[in-house]
Every structure is written in C-alpha cells, then in structure tokens.
C-alpha cells in the first residue's frame, strides 16, 4: 500500500500490476466487513465523501453509498433531477459548490468524457485537497466497475487467492456494443495489465477495427505504459470462433443514448447473432461464466434463461463485489487525506 501513488482515479491506463494487487487484497479484505458485529470499520471517520451523479444509476451510486458507510465516511448523494440545474446552475458550479462544502473524496458520473479528468486538473491547480473518482464518464472509462470485473474474475478462478495473477494467459472475450462502453474499456486495460488475452466481438458497427490496437500505445499525456507485459486483443466477428476455448464471457447492453443514430438494423437480427444464449454458450467447449455489468437488456444481448441462471452467471457477484471493491478505492484515496 505504501507504493499507492494516486490521489485520483481517473482510468485504469496509470495502473500498474502492484496497483491491482493492491486494490484486489483489500477488497477480499473489505469483502466481510458487513459480518462483523459492528459491521464497519472506522477507516474514514469524519471525511466527507460526496456522490455526484448527472447519468442515471442504480448499482453504481448505491454501492458508492454503501461502501462510504461501511468505512464510516460521511456520505452526501447529489441528484441532478432535484438540482438546482432545473434553474439553470452550470454543472461546473454545481460540482464547484460540493467542492467548497468540502467534499473529501469526489464521487463523479457525468455523460461528457473526460468531465473528471478536467475536474482533477482544476483541484489541483487549485491546491484543492479533493480526490475525484471517476464513476462513469461517456464512453471513456468507468475504473471502478473494470476492477470489480477483474475481483469477480480473479475469485471465480481461485476463490481463496483472489489475485490478478489468476488472469494470466485467460481468454476472455467480450461481446456486445464496444464502441460505446466505458466499461469494456476499463475492462480492457485491467485484464490486458492482468496478462489476459481478450477477443472481442460485435458487428464492425459497434466494434470499429482501431479496437485492436487499444491498449498498444498509451493515452495522450502518458509517456510510458506503467504495464511492461500486457495481454494481446483480438477481433472476431462471428460469435462461434469468439467463444471457442473461452474461459469467461463478457456481454454489454447496447448503449442507445450514446448512438449517435440507429446503429443497427434490428434488434432479433442482432440477438441472433450475437445474444449469450445457453445454446451459444456450448460453443465454449466447456462450463464458463458470464459476466455482465448491468443493466440488463434482457432478450438482446443475453437471454432472459440465463440471466436467471446463477450457476452460469456472475451477475449477482459482480453487485456484491462492488461494495468491498468500492471501499478499496475509498480507503486507498482516503489514506492520503490531511485528517486521517
Ligand atoms: C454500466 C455503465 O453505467 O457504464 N453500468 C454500470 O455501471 N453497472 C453499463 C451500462 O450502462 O450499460
């Protein structure tokens, strides 16, 4: 923990091996805590933790919630809909006014990419001792969610070392619409830094040829990728050879608000091609999970059976390894705070 370096997270494309290392061990440490008698701990007393959410959510700001509370945090949720946005506030004075209340930790989701990112810049030109942390933002990064996907992962391959380690040379192929999913790009950079190959596949629509290439050169204003040995991405079109030798599936809602026209001719054509059904899933070659962040469309891109279907399914997984995971971001962020 002592080679934890950031006082945002913004995307996982700064993260190195240690840094999932570190996240995952406190998760799994975080993961019981709600079993204890007291079920919290007193890690962050007295800091202010504010959930900012102009994008609807369920399980993300609950859990944010969640997890502030089971470390003993002050929570304040803000909801653009009850906001003074109905009477015209920018949302850079609204963001601004959380900050002066003296916002700690910085929960944000905003449509617009890199909102975070340029909130991040202003704290700290501004000395500003909040930390942003970054819940969704377009379709640009959502590092929370990649790293309970990498927990949910890592446990299912060894649920009594739940290390990224267990991702090495594991394909795991990602279905679905690509293109707009902040959560496949954070699940891109984590697994890929975890050593696993990933497949991705989709009509070229929602999967653009560049996607191959993604984790090759790091983002504008990162010189070097803090990965050495990053796990290899491939494209496959056809959902057969996609699944072939699959150790876990990924599958994504198709991000309607984000198209910027119909993308797709019809919705059955694209279920048949590329739903998760358990009929799809033989082309496995053997029993693997499926994961999906939620929310769910249910008869696109996953069947309504297997959704239902928790031996297969780590759906539920996914929501309860939120929280802990949630409260390892927290608790690392919380750490380089004056009053602790
Ligand atoms: C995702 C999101 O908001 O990016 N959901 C989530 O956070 N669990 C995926 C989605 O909206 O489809």
Not at 275 to 281: A, F
């Given at each position: ?5 950031h006082?945002h ?20 440490r975080f993961?019981d805590v709600?079993?204890?008698s007291s079920?919290k701990?007193?890690a ?10 102009f994008e609807?959510s ?5 859990s944010?919630e969640i997890a502030?509370?089971?470390?003993s ?8 809909s009850?906001?003074s946005l109905?009477?015209?506030e920018?949302?850079l ?6 900050i002066?209340?003296?916002a700690?930790?910085l ?12 909130l991040?810049?202003y704290?700290?030109?501004n000395?500003i001792?909040?930390?942003i ?6 379709f640009h990064?959502h590092?929370?969610?990649g790293l309970?996907?990498l927990?949910?992962l890592?446990a ?15 394909k795991?192929?990602?279905?679905g619409?690509?293109l707009h ?5 954070s ?17 070229k629509?929602?999967?653009?040829n560049?996607f191959?290439d993604?984790v ?6 990162q010189?070097?990728d ?13 959902l ?7 150790d876990?599936?990924m ?7 984000r198209?910027?026209?119909?993308m797709?001719t019809?919705?059955?054509t ?9 009929q ?13 962040p939620?929310?769910v469309?249910?008869g696109?891109?996953?069947s ?7 031996s297969?399914?780590l759906?539920?997984?996914?929501v ?6 949630r409260m390892?971001l927290l ?5 380089n705070?004056?009053s602790?």
């Amino acid at each position: 923990m002592n080679n934890w370096k950031h006082n945002h997270i913004l995307d996982l494309s700064t993260f190195s091996f240690e840094d999932y290392k570190t996240v995952l061990e406190l998760t799994e440490r975080f993961k019981d805590v709600h079993k204890s008698s007291s079920r919290k701990l007193p890690a962050l007393q007295g800091l202010l933790i504010t959930n900012l959410f102009f994008e609807p959510s369920t399980r993300t700001r609950s859990s944010f919630e969640i997890a502030a509370k089971r470390l003993s945090a002050d929570v304040q949720n803000f909801s653009a809909s009850t906001s003074s946005l109905s009477k015209g506030e920018t949302p850079l004075d609204t963001i601004l006014t959380y900050i002066s209340m003296g916002a700690d930790i910085l929960v944000i989701r905003h449509e617009s990419t890199n909102v975070p990112t340029e909130l991040a810049n202003y704290v700290d030109s501004n000395k500003i001792n909040t930390s942003i942390l970054n819940a969704g933002d377009g379709f640009h990064s959502h590092p929370s969610q990649g790293l309970l996907d990498l927990f949910t992962l890592a446990a299912y391959f060894n649920p009594d070392n739940p290390s990224p380690d267990n991702l090495l040379n594991k394909k795991i192929t990602i279905v679905g619409d690509i293109l707009h999913s902040r959560v496949a790009r954070s699940n891109l950079w984590a697994l890929t830094g975890c050593g696993a190959n990933i497949t991705l596949c989709g009509p070229k629509s929602l999967l653009p040829n560049e996607f191959g290439d993604f984790v090759l050169s790091p983002p504008p204003g990162q010189s070097v990728d803090p990965i050495q040995t990053r796990g290899s991405i491939y494209i496959e079109r056809s959902l057969e050879k996609a699944l072939r030798n699959a150790d876990a599936v990924m599958t994504l809602r198709l991000q309607k608000e984000r198209m910027k026209q119909n993308m797709l001719t019809d919705l059955d054509t694209y279920h048949q091609k590329y739903g998760l059904t358990h009929q799809s899933l033989k082309w496995c070659g053997k029993k693997v999970p499926v994961l999906h962040p939620g929310p769910v469309n249910r008869g696109i891109e996953i069947s309504s059976q297997l959704v239902e279907d928790n031996s297969i399914n780590l759906i539920s997984n996914q929501v309860e390894n939120g929280i802990p995971t949630r409260m390892a971001l927290l608790y690392l962020l919380g750490l380089n705070k004056k009053s602790l």
